[in-house]
């Protein structure tokens, strides 16, 4: 596969080469990196990315899955152009995002009040700092395999074996009250509840684990834990980064049907420009008011570009067409989503490969072996079979970044969905193919 792949993009090649000067490790995010070398981006319309070497493909990446309408849809590019020319960044209040904050106060349930600052990461970590404030308690229970984005309280537990720090240069006293329990398991929530005695002041989750495999939570389980966390005076904190805006308009919350007590947000709620949203229940949000020159007072959101001009009129282009077509994004999001998840399922089924592909909505990643439950399930996977599918995927034009979840946007169509059902089935052909052979002996890559 990766021959193939090599073949057909020498430019992102040189690229790399040229980025690998520059730039730590030639990216600028980890999880951009993948073997051999990361193909470069051109430009991008729609449900379509255009590699350096003019290669199109589709692509369910979706710039990190923000993109629900697609790349540049019309309404967003039509709002931003005017904002350019008003103003690309005031560090001061304007009408749009009390606009996009009058937005989301009426679609997501849990925004009675809401601060913006820039990033996923900053969000829920100011959701740890305001829960902390709050209960005057100071134990976090995450999920293994939970991301939150990089900042230093929650990044850990993300990886096998799910409980410790995901980077050097991390002081175990920073992540000493951060615990990691199973996903999907509300015994093991109870437990770490009961040995937190009474210091416990989160229980902090992806209502669809993310970068621990695109994996559900089951609704019985998130309503249990909102039972436990109402039952020990504990707040429910949700992230929403990614299901915020695409699992329904109110995001997982409304979704699942359980309302958090907090809740980060970002990705869509920015329309693919960088945003991050801290929300929650007014009482909470209050301790963040600088009005109140409170004792406890909680510093949150901010940073120089919070609410900036262009981040606001984007997001707010995109939650206002969201809000407006509901009815019909919505239902398509999630037929096209059952669709790609079927229709992967049954083409690997139909080559003899077992292969299960999990998510919700629009979202899916396929797991070559049992369906997990969890992170710790989906650990186990061969990285090898996960990375050469990938390939396979981009040299026949779709982009799918190895081992992450994908999303598919209003943009895209079944037939889209159908070549990539097309082309999974044919790499699940060649995959059991390369099994048979290597059970009679030795085979080449
Ligand atoms: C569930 C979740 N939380 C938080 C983050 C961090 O967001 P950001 O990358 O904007 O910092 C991410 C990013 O992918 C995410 O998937």
């Known amino acids: 596969m990766a021959r193939e792949y090599e073949a057909r993009t020498r430019g992102s090649e040189r690229l790399f080469e040229r980025a690998k000067k520059v730039f730590a490790g030639g990216v600028n995010h980890n999880a951009r990196f993948y073997?051999?070398?990361?193909?470069?981006?051109?430009?991008?319309?729609?449900?379509?990315?255009?590699?350096?070497?003019?290669?199109?493909?589709?692509d369910y990446w979706m710039g990190h899955m923000a993109l629900i309408l697609g790349h540049s849809p019309k309404v967003v590019v039509d709002a931003l152009r005017?904002?350019?020319?008003?103003?690309?960044?005031?560090?001061?209040?304007?009408?749009?995002?009390?606009?996009?904050?009058?937005?989301?106060?009426?679609?997501?349930?849990?925004?009675?009040?809401?601060?913006?600052?820039?990033?996923?990461?900053?969000?829920?970590?100011?959701?740890?700092r305001l829960a902390r404030a709050y209960t005057g308690r100071r134990v976090v229970i995450k999920m293994a395999g939970g991301w939150h984005g990089y900042n230093t309280q929650l990044n850990m537990g993300v990886h096998t074996p799910f409980d410790r720090a995901e980077s050097a240069g991390i002081l175990?006293?920073?992540?000493?009250?951060?615990?990691?329990?199973?996903?999907?398991?509300?015994?093991?929530?109870?437990?770490?509840?009961?040995?937190?005695?009474g210091d416990a002041a989160a229980i902090f989750l992806e209502p669809v684990l993310g970068a621990g495999g695109c994996i559900p939570a089951d609704r019985d389980y998130l309503k249990g834990l909102r039972e436990l966390a109402d039952?020990?005076?504990v707040l429910l904190c949700f992230d929403e980064v990614i299901t915020g805006f695409r699992l329904a308009l109110g995001g997982a919350q409304e979704w699942y049907g359980v309302r958090p007590d907090l809740a980060a947000f970002g990705k869509i709620a920015g329309g693919g420009l960088p945003i991050g949203l801290v929300c929650g229940r007014r009482e909470i949000l209050a301790l963040a008011?600088?009005?109140?020159?409170?004792?406890?007072?909680?510093?949150?959101?901010?940073?120089?570009?919070?609410?900036?001009?262009?981040?606001?009129?984007?997001?707010?282009?995109?939650?206002?067409?969201?809000?407006?077509?509901?009815?019909?994004?919505?239902?398509?999001?999630?037929?096209?989503?059952?669709?790609?998840?079927?229709?992967?399922?049954?083409?690997?089924?139909?080559?003899?490969?077992?292969?299960?592909?999990?998510?919700?909505?629009?979202?899916?990643?396929?797991?070559?072996?049992?369906?997990?439950?969890?992170?710790?399930?989906?650990?186990?996977?061969?990285k090898g079979i996960v990375s050469s599918y990938a390939l396979h995927l981009m040299a026949s034009g779709t982009f799918l970044l190895p081992g992450h979840p994908g999303g598919t946007s209003t943009a895209h169509t079944s037939e889209d969905i159908e070549e990539l059902a097309r082309e999974s089935g044919t790499f699940g052909e060649s995959l059991r193919e390369r099994r048979q052979q290597s059970a009679f002996g030795p085979v080449s890559a």
């Open 172 to 197: 175990e006293e920073e992540q000493s009250h951060v615990r990691n329990v199973r996903f999907n398991d509300l015994d093991a929530a109870e437990s770490e509840l009961k040995r937190a005695e």
């Open 289 to 382: 008011d600088p009005s109140r020159k409170a004792a406890n007072f909680v510093s949150i959101g901010g940073g120089t570009f919070s609410e900036n001009p262009l981040s606001m009129a984007a997001g707010l282009a995109t939650v206002r067409y969201l809000r407006k077509n509901a009815k019909s994004v919505y239902p398509k999001l999630d037929r096209v989503g059952k669709e790609t998840r079927v229709g992967i399922d049954k083409a690997f089924a139909d080559a003899g490969v077992e292969a299960h592909t999990t998510g919700a909505g629009s979202l899916f990643l396929t797991h070559f072996g049992k369906e997990p439950k969890n992170a710790e399930e989906a650990a186990g996977e061969d």
């Open 35 to 58: 073997e051999p070398y990361p193909i470069f981006v051109k430009k991008a319309k729609g449900q379509h990315i255009w590699d350096e070497d003019g290669h199109r493909y589709t």
């Open 82 to 128: 005017p904002q350019i020319a008003k103003g690309t960044h005031y560090g001061m209040g304007s009408r749009l995002s009390v606009e996009l904050g009058e937005e989301i106060q009426g679609t997501v349930p849990c925004a009675e009040a809401m601060r913006f600052c820039n990033t996923g990461a900053e969000a829920t970590m100011y959701l740890v």
């Open 231 to 233: 039952s020990r005076g």
